[in-house]
């Protein structure tokens, strides 16, 4: 399987509704590496990087996120592998 890398940023009610915690549970699942972390604009950052499904998959889910936000805007962008090991909330 191709292994692809993707990063972008959630627009909305993104922050203080659990966003970064549950996605990191998400990518846990999905078995992809990476980040997440909060903006000073209100937005979220991801960088996600493994197999191709799993990626698409976490893609399809940042468009709603968790329970109580609300995301008005998803811009994600392929990029290069970054080669990162595991996936964690950044500061």
Sequence with gaps: MARMCMHGYMSGRVQGVYFRQATVAQAERLDLDGWVRNLVDGRVEVLFEGE????????????????????????????????????????
């Design 52 to 91: 191709e499904t799993a990626v698409n998959e976490l893609a399809g889910w940042l468009r709603q996120g968790p329970e109580a936000a609300e995301v008005t805007a998803l811009e994600l962008q392929e990029q290069a592998l970054q080669g990162i090991s595991g996936f964690i909330v950044r500061c």
